[in-house]
C-alpha cells in the first residue's frame, strides 16, 4: 500500500523560504508521476507542481512559476517542494500525491502539512 507522509510546513515571514518533503513507501515509485497541491481555507485544492520520478516532464502552476522547485532523492524515497519567495497568498495546506506514469487519477496522498506565510 502506498504511503505518503509530508512534513516542513510551518510559520515563515513573506519573502523567505521553506521546504517540503513527502516520505514515499509501499510502491514502485521510478514508474509513478508525483505531485504537489494545496489547499487554502475556504478554497478548493490547487495544483501546485508535478514531475515524473524518472524523466521529469515537469509541470509548475503558474502563481509558483519561478519561485516553487519540485524535486526528488531516489535512495531516499522522498520528493521535495523547495518554496522561494514566500507570498501571503501561498499559505494553505500543502499536500503530496501520487499516480502512475500511465494513470490521469491522483490516486494517493498524504495528511497535509500547514504552510501559513505572514506579512
Known amino acids: 500500500q502506498v504511503q505518503l507522509v509530508e512534513s516542513g510546513g510551518g510559520l515563515v515571514q513573506a519573502g523567505g523560504s521553506l521546504r517540503l518533503s513527502c516520505a514515499a513507501s509501499?510502491?514502485?515509485?521510478?514508474?509513478?508521476?508525483m505531485g504537489w497541491f494545496r489547499q487554502a481555507p475556504g478554497k478548493e485544492r490547487e495544483f501546485v507542481a508535478s514531475?515524473?520520478?524518472?524523466?521529469?516532464?515537469?509541470i509548475y502552476a503558474d502563481s509558483v512559476k519561478g519561485r516553487f522547485t519540485i524535486s526528488r532523492d531516489n535512495a531516499k524515497n522522498t520528493v521535495y517542494l523547495q518554496m522561494n519567495s514566500l507570498k501571503p497568498e501561498d499559505t494553505a495546506v500543502y499536500y503530496c500525491?501520487?499516480?502512475?506514469?500511465?494513470?490521469?487519477?491522483?490516486?494517493?496522498w498524504g495528511q497535509g502539512t500547514q504552510v501559513t506565510v505572514s506579512s
Open positions: 509501499g510502491g514502485t515509485f521510478r514508474s509513478y508521476r
Open positions: 514531475s515524473r520520478w524518472i524523466g521529469g516532464n515537469i
Open positions: 500525491a501520487a499516480r502512475p506514469n500511465e494513470q490521469y487519477r491522483w490516486g494517493y
